[in-house]
């Protein structure tokens, strides 16, 4: 789930909809907001002629397990998609 909505409503949202478990609503890998996302990404990084994400491995290791984004900023999307992708 991606949102705007601050950490606390995107949390009990999260729950509500089954997205969650009451036990991984403090879990740091599960719920994290947009700009703390980017920064320990790295970023956005040019490589040659496409954007990657900065720090790539720890992205594969964190996305099995994240399953919220509060607080999301449009460049925050924008690196999760590139990091998909």
Avoid: W
């Amino acid at each position: 789930m991606v949102t705007g909505d601050n950490i606390v409503t995107a949390r009990a949202i999260a729950v509500l909809c089954n997205i969650i478990s009451p036990t991984q609503i403090d879990d740091e890998r599960c719920c994290i907001e947009g700009p703390e996302f980017y920064e320990k990404m790295g970023g956005l990084v040019v490589r040659g002629d496409k954007e990657e994400v900065g720090n790539y491995k720890l992205f594969k290791e964190l996305m099995p397990h994240m399953k919220v984004m509060a607080r999301a900023r449009p460049m925050d999307k924008y690196l999760m998609v590139t990091g998909l992708r």
